[in-house]
């Protein structure tokens, strides 16, 4: 199959676009790929009116995805996925270790990307290939190494160990939050636009209705306007000022620190689920991927304790 290469966009323009994307903000986009900020944001404008849609929304801090960015962010970074792994298999047999590791997106875009960096400091002679699903991974079948995944006992198919529990809290939009009057209660939520995650009819995880009842509400909470398949496109939507979403401690604990999220209403609940760290069970773990998990661990246990400043600062505590 060939591919007209007009209807192509340039090759620095997607380079550029995915740094973008992936960081959420020109700047730290230029400094790892060695280029200015302008120079970012003249080839993603290039690549916008190449493709004749808008793929970030301007914010007041930094930057987020249309869902037509969010298409081609996902696209590009598996192309550039499928090139690295043809690259290395044209120069022969690697000279680096090399492991497969398995999660959501969510948790990709939230949590381990931002801290891949240091990772790759620790290890640099470990290469890191990235396998996100959101379906449950498999580890006698897929090929991974190791997983990070969410769940109540995902111990099927792998030894696992707890990275973080479940903790959500309502959270939108800072400059959404000020045009509108204080929330005060878990019932004055039943008013917003509330941002809902499918979950296929099961609780696998947190959602407004059993968040709402903890909170001591049996009202069911609004048919939703907005609802997602992809917790990052939901968390994009509130960033947005698209309405209110359920946040989860330690994927959005920075987004609020750096001003793109605030907690709607300072109520926040905990459960028995979480993010397991799985390591395959039919089969010795690799060296490397014992590395990463013990990566993963020290990482965690090098985090702000989880009581972030704003539950602190008003005494609430978690359920």
């Known amino acids: 199959m060939t591919y007209p290469t007009k209807t192509l966009p340039p090759a620095q323009c997607l ?37 004749g849609v808008a ?62 960096p240091a990772f790759r400091a620790l290890h640099p002679n470990i290469d890191v290939r990235i396998v996100t699903a959101q379906k449950a991974f ?5 090929p991974v190494d190791v997983a990070v995944v969410f769940g109540g006992s995902p111990h099927r198919h792998g030894a696992a160990r707890l990275l973080f529990a479940e903790e959500a809290f309502p959270v939108c939009s800072p400059r959404w939050l000020a045009e509108r009057p204080a929330l005060r209660t878990a019932e004055d939520l039943l008013a917003q636009p509330l941002l809902h995650l499918d979950d296929e009819g099961e609780d696998r995880w947190f959602n407004w209705r059993t968040w709402l009842k903890e909170a001591g509400l049996d009202s069911a909470p609004p048919d939703p306007r907005l609802s997602f398949d992809n917790y990052t ?84 505590d978690s359920a």
């Open 55 to 116: 793929l970030f929304r301007r914010l007041y801090r930094g930057v987020a995805l249309t869902p037509e960015g969010q298409q081609l962010f996902e696209a590009v970074q598996k192309g550039f996925a499928l090139v690295s792994e043809t690259v290395v298999r044209i120069r022969g047999p690697q000279r680096h270790g090399r492991i497969n590791v398995g999660t959501d997106f969510g948790f990709a875009a939230f949590w381990l990307l931002p801290r891949l």
């Open 138 to 142: 498999d580890l006698r079948a897929d």
């Open 15 to 51: 380079i550029a676009f995915e740094a973008a994307a992936r960081h959420l903000s020109f700047t730290r986009a230029a400094r790892e790929l060695g280029m200015t900020q302008p120079a970012i944001s003249h080839q993603v404008r290039r690549l916008e009116r190449h493709l």
């Open 233 to 316: 496109l939901l968390i994009q939507a509130a960033i947005a000022g698209q309405g209110v979403a359920l946040g989860w401690a330690f994927l959005v604990d920075h987004l609020i620190e750096r001003g793109q999220l605030a907690p709607a209403l300072h109520l926040s609940f905990a459960s028995s689920r979480g993010y397991f760290v799985l390591l395959p069970a039919d089969r010795a773990p690799r060296p490397e991927a014992l590395a990463f998990r013990d990566w993963l661990f020290s990482e965690q246990a090098g985090a702000p304790p989880r009581r972030p400043r704003w539950i602190a600062e008003v005494g609430v």
